[in-house]
């Protein structure tokens, strides 16, 4: 008889366990710290660290509004919550996260006190910076004569290719090619005279010109 009795409670006492474990809510994710004030301070932290990422799940947040002047206000997939800009003192909001980012701010000074964390797997946005279009393109020339020979330099906005030519009226009397941002040509004069160096600068589909006059005794 005892022993009957004995397997009865023993029975009765696994069933009521088992029937407390099905009727308990699910354990929350974690418990976070909202603060804003004194002071132009805005924070959202999780055992007194600074909260940059979570895992989807359900929270418990203690909001502490210390400031009249600000308010804090939680945005994101599935949440929306906020104090008023002019009321003070202690709130709790229970949430749930989901994959993606939320944001924080004071409404009255969002430039100024603001955050954001991200939830779960979020995607990473990966942007490819667009080199800046060259500049024009430009060319400049100046000469100088010793005896018969005509040293031209030349020099353009970027790297380029120079084809110089030594003019004598409308005759092309030597002419001479360079590569660069800067170079240096010569060209034999055939007699005495006025004389016009004609520069023609080409970079890819771009091209610029210019010239230097000389006289030649």
Same mark, same amino acid.
């Given at each position: ?39 132009? !301070? ?56 989901? !994959? ?27 942007? !490819? ?51 660069? !941002? ?36």
């Amino acid at each position: 008889m005892k022993k009957t009795l004995g397997v009865t409670l023993l029975l009765s006492c696994a069933g009521l366990a088992a029937a407390v474990a099905v009727a308990r809510p699910a354990s929350t994710a974690g418990t976070l710290d909202a603060n804003v004030g004194p002071g132009f !301070t805005i924070t959202l932290t999780q055992n007194g660290t600074k909260v940059t990422h979570l895992d989807p799940g359900d929270y418990t947040i203690n909001v502490n509004d210390q400031a009249a002047e600000h308010n804090f206000d939680l945005t994101g997939p599935g949440v929306s919550q906020a104090t008023t800009v002019d009321g003070i003192g202690m709130t709790t909001w229970n949430v749930t996260f989901q !994959t993606g980012t939320y944001t924080y701010q004071c409404d009255a000074h969002a430039s100024l006190m603001h955050g954001s964390f991200t939830v779960g797997d979020v995607p990473v946005t990966t942007t !490819t910076s667009t080199p800046p279009l060259p500049g024009p393109l430009k060319a400049h020339a100046s000469a100088k004569v010793a005896g018969r020979i005509v040293s031209v330099h030349v020099t353009a906005t970027r790297s380029a290719s120079f084809a110089v030519s030594l003019w004598r009226g409308t005759a092309r009397v030597a002419h001479a090619t360079a590569k660069g !941002t800067a170079a240096t040509v010569r060209l034999k004069a055939p007699k005495a005279g006025r004389y016009v160096a004609k520069v023609v600068a080409t970079a890819g589909a771009k091209t610029a010109t210019a010239s230097a006059a000389v006289t030649v005794k």
